[in-house]
């Protein structure tokens, strides 16, 4: 034998919604930007994908496998074919995930910030009151819906609640000049999914981890996004850092007037 080449493939879905024509890419430095290089490819209709990831290239220990400091896998983009909306924050799932969804993405951020998959997993479900017996990487919740699986319609609407929080989070962000970032060079949706993640992960300090988040109120909201936000923007006009606290009020009121719009469609 001279030569021997192997290919990981990560065969999975993309779904808030079923997710279709966007780029789904093996990150392979963790930075959230396409690079040239890196394994590509496009969703399809039913959201749907196959990347094939070639080990020789990225499993850079040598032990068979992608493990998690190796790669991620990142989509952009493409249209939540339930409303023809394009999607304009990136879902992120670890390599090999079967789903793509808000709910991976926020698994891989919390994995990220130092949780086991375990660790990161659990506090999703107990935040989302989600059942215990599914798997965030694996469950289709629109599969389970038309099943009649009731499921699928408790995961589902955790999928368009933690979209939701991660695109009003992402716009409140870019209303910023980059010079008001902390960090001006990573993906502003991707710090606002960052900034999520660490709002889990401080309930969980205070001991309110196993408590399920009140989506409707606009107090806890604002809890749990403003102390990670604030690590993120930094104004360099008095006039700006003056407004802020009253902007993460505004910010939390709005998220909770649409999750009670959320509600009354589920």
Not at 127 to 148: Q, R, V
């Amino acid at each position: 034998t001279l030569f021997e080449f192997e290919l990981g493939s990560s065969s999975g879905t993309v779904s808030q919604s079923y997710i279709e024509g966007a780029k789904v890419f093996f990150d392979s430095n963790l930075n959230g930007i396409y690079e040239e290089g890196e394994p590509i490819t496009t969703s399809n209709a039913d959201g749907s994908y196959n990347l094939e990831v070639p080990l020789l290239f990225f499993d850079t220990n040598d032990n068979g496998k992608i493990d998690p400091e190796e790669g991620r896998i990142v989509t952009e983009g493409g249209t939540d074919t339930s409303s023809g909306i394009e999607i304009e924050t990136p879902l992120i799932a670890p390599y090999g995930a079967k789903m793509v969804t808000p709910l991976t993405t926020l698994k891989q951020k919390l994995i990220e910030d130092g949780s086991t998959p375990e660790e990161a997993e659990q506090l999703i479900k107990e935040a989302l009151e989600l059942p215990e017996d599914i798997k965030l990487e694996e469950f289709d919740a629109l599969d389970a819906m038309s099943k009649g699986d009731e499921r699928g319609t408790k995961v589902y609407k955790a999928h368009v609640q933690m979209q939701s929080l991660f695109a009003q989070t992402s716009e409140f962000m870019k209303g910023f000049d980059g010079e008001d970032l902390e960090d001006r060079k990573r993906p502003i949706p991707e710090q606002a999914i960052d900034a999520i993640a660490k709002g889990f992960k401080k309930r969980k300090g205070k001991g309110k981890g196993k408590s399920p988040i009140d989506f409707n109120n606009s107090a806890e909201l604002e809890e749990l996004i403003k102390e990670p936000l604030e690590g993120k923007i930094k104004p360099k006009s008095a006039d700006k850092r003056e407004k802020l606290p009253k902007s993460f009020s505004v910010l939390s009121q709005t998220m909770a007037s649409g999750n009670k719009e959320i509600d009354e469609v589920f």
